[in-house]
Each structure stands twice: as structure tokens, then as C-alpha cells.
């Protein structure tokens, strides 16, 4: 990091409450196991290990971009078949920079893009 980005912190926490994320009805994740990234000037986004998602629901997009503090990301459409595909409803740091690598294997969802992303006890 420069010294222009010296307040800048990415921090991964483990998340002991239930995570779901849920669309057209239909449980698309669901873990006790997620992760809480806290990172500056961002609200915090819930990542889900890939063994708890229904990745069946899910389609690599050729969509990416670049993280200086968490690295290269991946993107997925969600596949309904009500309304058709949801655009890089999801992302994914497959080969995270050093000090993220907690989040290597898990997606986050974008709240924008599905119905709910719950945390409950």
C-alpha cells in the first residue's frame, strides 16, 4: 500500500449467525460458516464458503475487476427461471492478494441484485 492508502483496512471476520441469501422464493446460500468484510467506506459484505451455496443457480460471467486491497474478481449470474439470468449477481476473489485470503473460495452476493440477504440468529 502507498501512504495514500495507509488508513485504508480490509478486515474478514467470521460471522456466527445464520447467512442466507434468498431469491424468487428460492434459498440460493445458506452457512453458519461466512465471513464479514469490513472495509473502509464500504458497508459490510457477507461471503459464503462455495459447499454452501447452490452454485447449480449460479453462471460464470466473462465480467472482472480489480480490488487493490483484495485483488482480481470474478463474477456470476444468478439462473432463475422466472425471470431469467441476474446479471453478476455475485463475485468471487478466487486467488485473493495477501491479508485476504480468508475469502478464498467464497462469494459475496450484491443486496441490489437479490431479493434478501439474511443474518439471523
Keep these: 500500500m502507498t501512504n495514500a492508502d495507509a488508513s485504508h483496512r480490509v478486515e474478514i471476520e467470521p460471522n456466527r449467525h445464520r447467512l442466507r441469501v434468498i431469491h424468487g422464493g428460492i434459498t440460493i446460500a445458506d452457512?453458519?460458516?461466512?465471513?464479514?468484510?469490513?472495509?473502509?467506506?464500504l458497508p459490510d459484505v457477507f461471503y459464503f464458503p462455495r459447499e454452501d451455496i447452490n452454485m447449480t443457480r449460479l453462471?460464470?460471467?466473462?465480467?472482472?475487476?480489480?480490488?487493490?486491497y483484495k485483488g482480481d474478481a470474478s463474477y456470476f449470474h444468478l439462473l432463475t427461471e422466472e425471470d431469467g439470468p441476474v446479471i453478476d449477481a455475485a463475485w468471487s476473489y478466487e486467488s485473493p492478494l495477501p491479508g485476504a485470503d480468508?475469502?478464498?473460495?467464497?462469494?459475496?452476493?450484491?443486496?441490489?441484485?437479490?431479493?434478501?440477504?439474511?443474518?439471523?440468529?
Design 59 to 68: 453462471q460464470r460471467s466473462q465480467s472482472k475487476s480489480h480490488c487493490p
Design 31 to 41: 452457512t453458519r460458516r461466512g465471513l464479514t468484510v469490513k472495509e473502509t467506506g
Design 102 to 121: 480468508a475469502i478464498k473460495d467464497c462469494l459475496a452476493f450484491y443486496s441490489s441484485r437479490v431479493d434478501r440477504i439474511d443474518q439471523t440468529s
